[in-house]
């Protein structure tokens, strides 16, 4: 059997949250998409994409669990799902809450920033899909606010993980990014002139910058610090290799079954 590689977050595991970002080690695709291809949007073998995805929930306990996924439009809608909406995929949405043990919130990227929520207080937890068009839109920030508005979750309160996506390192934009990063007053803070005429954009620091806006603890941020672009053994890049697979992230509050957590 196949055993997948994945990542885990010092905070989630920290207060219990059920979770993983994963690599492409240890999973059923082929060719491009070799190994462990979570998405389904993508040419790959939909049969070995299904057999990831099952391989996955199984490691960390969640096996039989129907995935809530988001459309992931590049936009700042965040949805509240519960158990209704197991197995389906949330239109028009690139941010999912909620407070159903029972449900297990999925994103998908090759580039863009995975972003894992919890608050261990209030028992809810987020998934957030931000490239650079949902990071200008705001998001992260808007999964904050719909956790507070939702179950009155407190900021400060919030747990939060930014997953393995394209750093600095190697993330170029040109202007009519920056024109719409520009929104938000810390820009300079995230994007650094290269000597192309162009940027270098850091989505992680606007991610974390927008946490740290909707009142998160800059501590309770935890940052895996994996450049997807320099990583090819690791992670699938859009920007490197085009027609490639999907890194996940992962998360929920318990088992379906109700279960005590696994051993990892
Ligand atoms: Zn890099």
């Known amino acids: 059997m196949s055993v997948p590689r994945l990542l885990f977050s010092h905070h989630l595991r920290a207060c219990g949250i059920r ?6 080690i240890g999973g059923y695709s082929r060719g491009p998409y070799a190994s462990l291809n979570l998405g ?34 590049h936009g700042a809608v965040v949805a509240v799902v ?31 920033v995975p972003l894992l929520l919890a608050d261990p207080r209030r028992r809810v937890v987020a998934a957030v899909h931000a490239g650079w068009r949902g990071t200008a839109a705001g998001v992260s920030l808007e999964a904050v606010t719909v956790m507070a508005d939702r179950y009155q979750c407190r900021p400060e309160d919030l747990r939060a993980a930014i997953g ?8 170029e934009v040109d202007e ?23 940027w270098q954009l850091d989505l992680r620091a606007a991610n974390r910058r927008q946490l740290v806006d909707a009142g998160v603890p ?9 450049c997807t672009f320099e990583h090819p053994e690791l992670f699938y890049s859009f920007r490197r290799d085009g027609a490639t697979g999907r890194n996940a ?9 109700g279960g005590p957590p696994p051993s990892w």
């Open 40 to 73: 389904r949007g993508v040419e790959d073998d939909p049969r070995a994409v299904a057999r990831n995805r099952a391989l996955v929930l199984t490691t960390l306990g969640l096996e039989g669990a129907h995935e809530v996924e988001a459309a992931q439009v």
């Open 19 to 24: 979770h993983a970002f994963t690599t492409r």
């Open 164 to 171: 393995p996506c394209i750093g600095p390192c190697h993330y």
């Open 82 to 112: 519960g158990r209704a909406e197991a197995g389906r995929l949330i239109d028009g949405a690139d941010g999912l809450v909620t407070a159903d043990p029972g449900t297990v919130l999925a994103m998908h990227a090759a580039d863009c």
């Open 249 to 257: 992230a992962i998360v929920a509050l318990e088992s379906s079954a």
């Open 176 to 198: 009519p990014v920056m024109v719409r990063l520009r929104r938000w007053p810390w820009w300079e803070e995230v994007a650094a002139p290269n000597p192309r005429g162009r």
């Open 218 to 226: 800059v501590q309770q941020i935890e940052t895996l610090d994996w």
